[in-house]
């Protein structure tokens, strides 16, 4: 096996705008999960798939743009749910872009089935791949996509 596949690879987890309200926040929508139990299960799969984690949540736009900027040295692979930034950032959108390393985009809900406006995703073109509609498992389909391509690159 080569040596390259056996390195922990470092996946850094940004949670978007209004995601610390978990809990509380629209249960028809997001049930009662909280962002606490969402990064226990991050971290357990992190854990079984001998990926490092990093994990910070954020309601600015600006901070999130900089975390893809300065991280971007420590990380092989972001992932990243974008809140309603997801919606309207070209900001976001051209920083993944810009930066040149793998990010994945996520969403507890299905936002096709929701709004119309939460349908359009400025980021998803510039992202990896996109998991959504299942609650934290989203996350979960994220780490495992990253653990398989990261691996194979
Ligand atoms: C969300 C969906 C967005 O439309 C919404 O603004 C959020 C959460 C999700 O995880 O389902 O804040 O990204």
């Given at each position: 096996?080569?040596?390259?596949?056996?390195?922990?690879?470092?996946?850094?987890?940004?949670?978007?705008?209004n995601?610390?309200?978990l809990?509380?926040?629209?249960?028809?929508?997001?049930?009662?999960?909280?962002l606490?139990?969402?990064?226990?299960?991050?971290?357990?799969k992190?854990?079984?798939?001998?990926?490092?984690t990093?994990?910070?949540?954020?309601?600015?736009?600006?901070?999130?743009?900089?975390?893809?900027?300065?991280r971007?040295?420590?990380?092989?692979?972001?992932?990243?749910?974008p809140?309603?930034?997801?919606?309207?950032?070209?900001?976001?959108?051209?920083?993944?872009?810009?930066?040149?390393?793998?990010?994945?985009?996520?969403?507890?809900?299905?936002?096709?089935?929701?709004?119309?406006?939460?349908?359009?995703?400025?980021?998803?073109e510039?992202?990896?791949?996109?998991f959504?509609?299942?609650?934290?498992?989203?996350?979960?389909?994220?780490?495992?996509?990253?653990?398989?391509h990261?691996?194979?690159?």
């Open positions: 096996m080569a040596k390259a596949s056996l390195e922990q690879k470092q996946i850094f987890i940004i949670h978007g705008p995601l610390n309200l809990g509380s926040r629209d249960p028809a929508q997001y049930g009662t999960l909280t606490d139990k969402v990064n226990t299960a991050i971290r357990k992190a854990r079984e798939l001998n990926l490092e990093r994990i910070i949540q954020t309601n600015h736009e600006g901070r999130i743009i900089d975390l893809l900027h300065r971007r040295k420590w990380a092989d692979g972001f992932i990243i749910n809140g309603a930034f997801t919606h309207y950032s070209y900001a976001i959108r051209d920083a993944i872009e810009g930066i040149g390393k793998p990010v994945v985009e996520v969403h507890l809900s299905n936002i096709y089935e929701r709004e119309d406006f939460r349908a359009i995703s400025v980021t998803k510039v992202c990896a791949a996109q959504y509609g299942k609650k934290e498992d989203s996350y979960l389909e994220a780490l495992e996509y990253l653990a398989k990261l691996n194979t690159n």
